[in-house]
């Protein structure tokens, strides 16, 4: 019965978790733990602040491998950086050279373009002090190398460019200087013609032919706007018009004595492009830079005198430095300006005649008078040609006639058609 009992209080001890030690057990079991706290201190490397911070650097390092490891892919995710992972600032430059129609002409012709300086002498001084004379630059314009004969090199420009000067300078395309020499000029086609020695010549203009060129056809003006500060300069429009013709004030008496017959062109043209170059696409000349229209009100109206025109007034002045031109004697006009009262009236024309030119006054003694040309004559034909404006006149004469030529001409004098034969005799001799 004892031994059930026992066992009956061993199991209630169990349950209330209460356990009698013996004061030798708890000595032993002190020791024990004492003996496991050193060997846990040793394992640890010694414990303390040491252990912690040695482990807390190690930590530093693998966390700052890993930024570095990942920054690249992180830095790819950012807005505003490229794919490369690189904050690049370069930019990409292309290097295309383009070449049209346009940089072709202007290569072939820009080198035969040059600058010309008009010198003049000034006079200068006051009531104390005696007149000095000075020579300065009175304007500049634009001229172009058409060619070279032996050391000789002749230029073409305006005539109002050269007008007055003293001395004439050249501005060759490499900025050299080369002193130049008047060989002729006319005011009444503003034309020039002047020469250099060919020595640092390197590029002459080919002539083209005005009179096939086509209104909207692509020209290019080349000259120097504005003096020699813009030297060789550019610009590109399209033939606005042929056979214009505008009027020219020769004496500068406010009256107009001429009328220039010219090509209409919007490109460009400046004070300091008059005696510069008007080519086609294919680098020929075909005008004379000459005028512009100048208002507030216009633009795009400049105009250049036709090679085609030109042509014969360069030769002439190479040869004889002055125009020796035919003519008939006779101041004449176009029909078209005449009121058509006066038309029926005065003239007399049948209705179906609309144009012509109209003889305005005939000079005493002259090859029209001789022959029995009339005032109010119209002229409609010239050996064989219709003529219907002054501008067909001029260029029948000009262009086709030498002085001591025959020619014949129709008329309508009071509604009949008279034929008159005369002989072409030189302007400066009436």
């Known amino acids: 019965m004892s031994n059930f009992q026992d066992d009956d209080k061993n199991s209630d001890f169990l349950k209330d978790d209460k356990i009698e030690k013996s004061p030798l057990q708890e000595r032993l079991e002190r020791e024990e733990r004492e003996i496991q706290e050193k060997r846990h201190k040793k394992k640890s490397g010694g414990g303390g602040k040491g252990g912690y911070l040695f482990t807390g650097f190690i930590g530093v390092i693998i966390g700052?491998?890993?930024?570095?490891?990942?920054?690249?892919?992180?830095?790819?995710?950012?807005?505003?950086?490229?794919?490369?992972g690189k904050n690049e600032t370069n930019i990409n430059q292309v290097a295309t050279e383009v070449t049209t129609d346009v940089t072709k002409a202007v290569d072939?012709?820009?080198?035969?373009?040059?600058?010309?300086?008009?010198?003049?002498?000034?006079?200068?001084?006051g009531f104390w002090n005696p007149p000095t004379t000075t020579s300065q630059p009175a304007g500049s314009g634009s001229g172009v190398i058409y060619k070279i004969q032996g050391n000789t090199a002749f230029i073409v420009t305006n005539n109002h460019v050269i007008e007055g000067a003293k001395q004439l300078e050249v501005t060759m395309p490499d900025g050299s200087k080369e002193e130049a020499q008047l060989v002729g000029r006319d005011p009444w086609t503003d034309l020039a013609v002047i020469s250099i020695s060919s020595k640092n010549v390197k590029t002459v203009a080919k002539f083209g032919n005005s009179d096939v060129l086509k209104q909207g056809e692509t020209v290019i003006a080349i000259g120097n706007p504005l003096g020699l500060e813009f030297y060789?300069?550019?610009?590109?429009?399209?033939?606005?018009?042929?056979?214009?013709?505008?009027?020219?004030?020769?004496?500068?008496?406010?009256?107009v004595d001429w009328q220039q017959e010219v090509l209409q062109t919007d490109a460009a043209i400046n004070p300091g492009n008059s005696g510069g170059a008007l080519v086609n696409l294919a680098g020929d000349l075909?005008?004379?830079?000459?005028?512009?229209?100048?208002?507030?009100?216009?633009?795009?109206l400049g105009f250049s005198i036709p090679i085609n025109s030109a042509i014969p007034i360069i030769e002439e002045l190479e040869k004889n430095g002055e125009m020796n031109r035919p003519t008939m004697g006779i101041s004449f006009v176009d029909l078209t300006d005449v009121p058509s009262f006066y038309q029926q009236e005065t003239l007399k024309l049948p209705k179906d005649i609309t144009t012509g030119v109209v003889i305005t006054d005939v000079v005493n003694d002259s090859p029209a008078s001789k022959a029995g040309a009339q005032q109010y004559d119209v002229i409609v034909e010239m050996d064989g040609k219709k003529i219907e404006t002054a501008i067909d006149l001029?260029?029948?004469?000009y262009n086709n006639k030498k002085v001591g030529d025959k020619l014949t001409m129709k008329v309508y004098r009071q509604g009949k058609l008279v034929e008159l034969s005369l002989t072409l005799t030189n302007s400066n001799t009436l």
């Not at 700052?64 to 490369?84: D, E």
């Not at 072939?108 to 200068?124: H, L, M, P, R, Y």
């Not at 001029?394 to 004469?397: C, D, S």
């Open 64 to 84: 700052a491998l890993l930024v570095w490891l990942m920054l690249p892919g992180l830095v790819n995710q950012m807005p505003g950086t490229s794919g490369t």
């Open 108 to 125: 072939k012709t820009s080198a035969a373009v040059v600058g010309i300086t008009n010198i003049q002498e000034v006079t200068s001084g």
């Open 394 to 397: 001029r260029k029948h004469l």
């Open 286 to 300: 075909v005008g004379i830079n000459s005028m512009k229209i100048a208002e507030s009100s216009v633009e795009g």
């Open 232 to 255: 060789g300069s550019v610009t590109t429009g399209v033939v606005s018009g042929k056979d214009r013709s505008v009027p020219v004030d020769i004496n500068g008496d406010g009256t």
